[in-house]
Each structure stands twice: as structure tokens, then as C-alpha cells.
């Protein structure tokens, strides 16, 4: 012990026991304190720290019930054999997934982001009510384990929505409550036994579903677009025996066209041919800026091959990580065993919410608001773009909440979204989005966060870096 310092403080909410066992056990666990070294007995330990022996012997015993320290009666206190410590190795730096999509979590948005719904549009003293509401009856609630699949009034709520907002009719017992998108997609791979098969997925398409299905061991056949969607005849050359297409067919991402109907019935035919699936990815929901927005793929599924899922990361927000799967009659009761077993709902309070916030009208009041506010930020972003954008860009209006501006060859998306963050703006690289060369090089121009007073020194600046890039 003669190496080994003990400073107390007399006058901090710590107990004076808890800070020598803390102390003893810090110079065992970093080797200053060898395996087998002879601990000072209580009584010299006290007298050299000026406390009792009570003190000093509280704080043994804790160490010896830790196994941190031999008791031997007569033959004093000493440090119990302890495996060597390894090398401390040397941490890579903390990089976020797929960072190319993604410049930072938990911040408030910055212009042109995407994914993100309106930072100064939201009904924040309206929803930290209902919160509150939400909170208080969650912690009154049965102390009992709650339904995996969800809470059952925001599934009743989510099937109702679904068959006013998207044409989707369904029975409360088919939907399941999720983490957000991501537990959703994990929970249909997993309930319908698709790891280690063949999957469509469109191309350009969502970088992390098809990040996700190759963690689940599947295979990606990449299928090309147009105009009219995911190209069925393309995905039936490159892999007819596929088991699965992934798909969003209300508003394609990234590029935002609808998939016409003719070829929602070809998928649907191919998927009943087959005996093959469709994940219907309605990432957008009803949030379409002209018109109105098609109705889902699966209300027109009469062969219970298509499964949904929406969230309410665009429509409320994503900080909620609240999404939900509608899987077809016939699979609900597997998987209600897989939510109960593998992937149970999210926490009650928040769903409380969520449902509080459906049933009352507030949903679709708040979206009817969202549309017309971002129908008019999408125009103001086009008019500047217009007026500062040079004749190399090729700017291509959506009908999601994003613009699309094709680059040249050239340039490099990637780098001019990574130069653009150090300026407070953060387009989205357009090239991710492709898993076959080439890759078109473009960037993708969230409309939600804009402000309009900085609209146009915004623009110039990021045109000023799509310049200088090519």
C-alpha cells in the first residue's frame, strides 16, 4: 500500500467507506495493486486515514463480497488473483451509419436536409400536452407486461387512418406497433423466413433497406426505374426466383415519381406467380404536394402478399422511432409471436401519444397544414434554383418533399454535401442512393427547413461549391 495514495473528502455526499473501496479498487483493476498483495489491516488503515475501523472495515468487506479481495482470518486481507489486463487498443473514431446520408444525430436540421419534417411548423406546446397526458397515464398503468404488438387503441387508431388516408382496409389485430421503419422492415424479414434469399430492391434506392437486407443475409438484385416506377420486366430478367421486392410505389425514393397502375398489377401478378412477397415501404404516407397522393400497394393485394409500412418520422417526427408493419390475415398470428419473442413495441407512453394525437384530428390537421407549407417551400426553392443554378445542373421538381439536381460527371456529390455542412446546409449526396455504376451524381434538396430569408444566399452558396467541384 505504500504506492497507493487514499484522498478523502470529509465533506462530499460520498460516504467516507464508499471512497476507500473506490479507491482500492481502482488500484487493483489498473494493476498497482498485484494479485496476492497484503492489504494494511483495519486498524493501521484507520489510524493513517484518521477514521474508525468500522469505516475501514465496511469498505473491505464490500471488496471482499466483490471479489476484488481474499478475507484469510488471521493471515490478513489480501487481492484476489485477477486475470492480466489487456492492452488498451487503439478505438477507431465513432463514424455515424452510412455517413454519406447522415452528418449528425440528435441536432436540429439544417437547410436542404432530408427525412426531416418542419423544425418551426411543428405544434410543440399542443403535443407537450398531449405528452404529458401520455406520461401520466403511463406511469398509472398495471405494472404488468404490455401487448408486444402494441397498444391496442393506436393500432385501432393506425387501421383507421389507413383505410381514410391511404385506401388501405385492415383489422387492428393486423397491424403492429414498431421502431420506427427499421424494426418493421427487421420484423417482416424475420417473420417471413427470407434470410439467405434473393430480394428486388429499386435502383436508386434507400441506402440503409438495402444495407438492412444484407445484414439479414439476403441477396439484392438491384431493379432499374422510370417514369412509371420499379421496372418488373427488368427485375424478372435479373432474378425471376427472387422472394422478395422491396419497394415505395406512393412516392419512389428518391426520385418521387408514383408507380402507374399497370405496374402495380404486373408486381402484384409476378408476386402471386411466384409465391414471392412485397414490402410496400410508404415512407411518405399521404404527404403528397400536388394532388392527391395514390392509394397503397397492398389495397389492391387480394393474395395476402404484400406487407405495408409507414411511420411517423415525416409526418410527427423521428425522434418518436415509431413506425408500424399491416401484415396480411393469414400471418398474424406468427407474427405475434415474433413481436412477442423478438421485437416487441416501443415504450406505452409514446404510443399513448401517438394515439391521443390520431383520434382527436390533430394528425391530419397538422398534415393538411405541412402540405401547404412545404408545397410553398418547394416552389420558392425552385424559383431561386432557377434564377442562381448554372446551365450544368439539371434541376428535376419531385413529388415528395425534396428537389433533385443531377450534377455532371464531373463533380462529386459526396464531396459537396461534406464541404456544404461547414456552411450550415446539408444536401443529400445523390450517387449512395445507386448500387450499379455509373452513378448519377447529383443532390438531393430537402424543402421542409428552408428559410426564406437565407433562401437565396443558401443557394448561391451551395451553387458556389457545385462549381467548384466540377
Excluded at 406546446?125 to 397515464?137: D, E, G, H, M, V
Excluded at 382527436?360 to 397544414?369: A, K, N, Y
Excluded at 437565396?456 to 457545385?466: H, P, S
Aim: charged content about 20%.
Amino acid at each position: 500500500m505504500a504506492n497507493l495514495s487514499i484522498g478523502l473528502k470529509r465533506s462530499g455526499s460520498t460516504s467516507l467507506s464508499a471512497q476507500i473501496y473506490c479507491a482500492i479498487r481502482d488500484a487493483i483493476e489498473t494493476g498497482r495493486l498485484a494479485s496476492g498483495a497484503r492489504l494494511p489491516s483495519w486498524s493501521a488503515l484507520a489510524a493513517q486515514l484518521g477514521v474508525s475501523r468500522g469505516t475501514v472495515r465496511v469498505a473491505y468487506e464490500r471488496l471482499i463480497d466483490e471479489q476484488f479481495a481474499i478475507g484469510l482470518g488471521a493471515a490478513g486481507t489480501r487481492v484476489a488473483e485477477r486475470p492480466p489486463l489487456p492492452a488498451a487498443p487503439g478505438l477507431p473514431p465513432e463514424a455515424a451509419p452510412l455517413a454519406d446520408l447522415f452528418h449528425d444525430f440528435g441536432t436540429a436540421p439544417l437547410a436542404f436536409q432530408m427525412g426531416v419534417p418542419a423544425q418551426d411548423a411543428f405544434p410543440f406546446k399542443l403535443w407537450s400536452r398531449i405528452l404529458t397526458r401520455a406520461a401520466r397515464r403511463a406511469a398509472a398503468a398495471p405494472v404488468g407486461y404490455p401487448d408486444p404488438r402494441g397498444d391496442p387503441g393506436l393500432r385501432k387508431e393506425i387501421a383507421a387512418y389507413l383505410g381514410v388516408a391511404r385506401g388501405l382496409r385492415c383489422n387492428p389485430s393486423q397491424v403492429f406497433v414498431t421502431a420506427g421503419f427499421s424494426g418493421a422492415l427487421g420484423l417482416a424479414i424475420r417473420g417471413l423466413g427470407l434470410e439467405g434469399r434473393e430480394a428486388w430492391m429499386e435502383d436508386p434506392g434507400f441506402p440503409l433497406t438495402r444495407t438492412a437486407l444484407g445484414l439479414a443475409g439476403m441477396t439484392v438484385s438491384a431493379v432499374p426505374v422510370d417514369a412509371d416506377g420499379l421496372d418488373i420486366d427488368a427485375g424478372i430478367r435479373r432474378a425471376d426466383g427472387a422472394a422478395l421486392a422491396v419497394v415505395t410505389p406512393g412516392q419512389q425514393a428518391p426520385l418521387g415519381m408514383a408507380m402507374s397502375l399497370p405496374r402495380r398489377l404486373a408486381l402484384l401478378a409476378w408476386a402471386r406467380r411466384n409465391a414471392a412477397w412485397i414490402i410496400e415501404d410508404d415512407y411518405l404516407s399521404e404527404l403528397q404536394l400536388k394532388g392527391r397522393a395514390a392509394p397503397a400497394l397492398a389495397s389492391l393485394d387480394q393474395d395476402g402478399r404484400v406487407l405495408h409500412i409507414g411511420s411517423f418520422s415525416k409526418t410527427i417526427s423521428p425522434a418518436l422511432r415509431l413506425g408500424f408493419l399491416v401484415v396480411p390475415p393469414e400471418n398474424v398470428r406468427r407474427f405475434g409471436d415474433m413481436a412477442a419473442c423478438l421485437a416487441p413495441a416501443p415504450a406505452g407512453s409514446m404510443q399513448y401519444a401517438v394515439a391521443e394525437f390520431l383520434r382527436e384530428g390533430h394528425h391530419l390537421r397538422h398534415l393538411r397544414r405541412m402540405k401547404r407549407l412545404y408545397a410553398a417551400r418547394r416552389e420558392a426553392l425552385l424559383r431561386c434554383l432557377d434564377e442562381v443554378a448554372p446551365d450544368s445542373i439539371k434541376v428535376q421538381a419531385t413529388a415528395g418533399m425534396a428537389i433533385v439536381t443531377l450534377l455532371p460527371e464531373s463533380a462529386s456529390d459526396v464531396d459537396i454535401a461534406l464541404r456544404a455542412l461547414r456552411f450550415g446546409l446539408a444536401p443529400s449526396p445523390l450517387s449512395p442512393w445507386y448500387a450499379k455504376f455509373p452513378r448519377q451524381q447529383g443532390l438531393l434538396l430537402g424543402v421542409t427547413n428552408l428559410n426564406e430569408r437565407k433562401l437565396v444566399a443558401d443557394c448561391r452558396r451551395l451553387m458556389e461549391l457545385v462549381r467548384e467541384s466540377s
